[in-house]
């Protein structure tokens, strides 16, 4: 059975820092593109990064500059590091793991809710 279990998430300020964590279990993480999308209250779920096998990656305009993502395969693990959170990052972020880092892929974590606000 495939889970992505996403860790991280909470409250923080406007500017602040914040470390997004995805263990992956029951697949072979590392032949996989991984990566995160997000959704706000009353928008559509949306790409933030991605991650190939090969170190490929794929981020939305919007984080670019300020978020990077990294995978750790040894530990089945993928991460996103943000920078200069903004109010508009508020969302809850979703792991994702599929074929691609250009769209999304059939396996999905719970989400773990990030809130930037002061």
């Known amino acids: 059975q495939v889970q992505l279990v996403e860790s991280g998430g909470g409250l923080v300020q406007p500017g602040g820092s914040l470390r997004l964590s995805c263990a992956a279990s029951?697949?072979?993480?590392?032949?996989?593109?991984m990566g995160w999308y997000r959704q706000a209250p009353g928008t559509q779920r949306e790409l933030v990064a991605k991650?190939?096998?090969?170190?490929?990656?794929n981020f939305a305009d919007s984080v670019k500059g300020r978020f990077t993502i990294s995978r750790d395969n040894a530990k089945n693990t993928v991460y996103l590091q943000m920078n200069s959170l903004k109010p508009e990052d508020t969302a809850v972020y979703y792991c994702?793991?599929?074929?691609?880092?250009?769209?999304?892929?059939?396996?999905w974590g719970k989400g773990t809710l990030v809130t930037v606000s002061s």
């Open positions: 991650i190939s096998s090969g170190q490929s990656t």
């Open positions: 029951g697949i072979r993480s590392s032949i996989y593109a």
């Open positions: 994702n793991a599929g074929s691609t880092i250009y769209s999304a892929g059939a396996y």
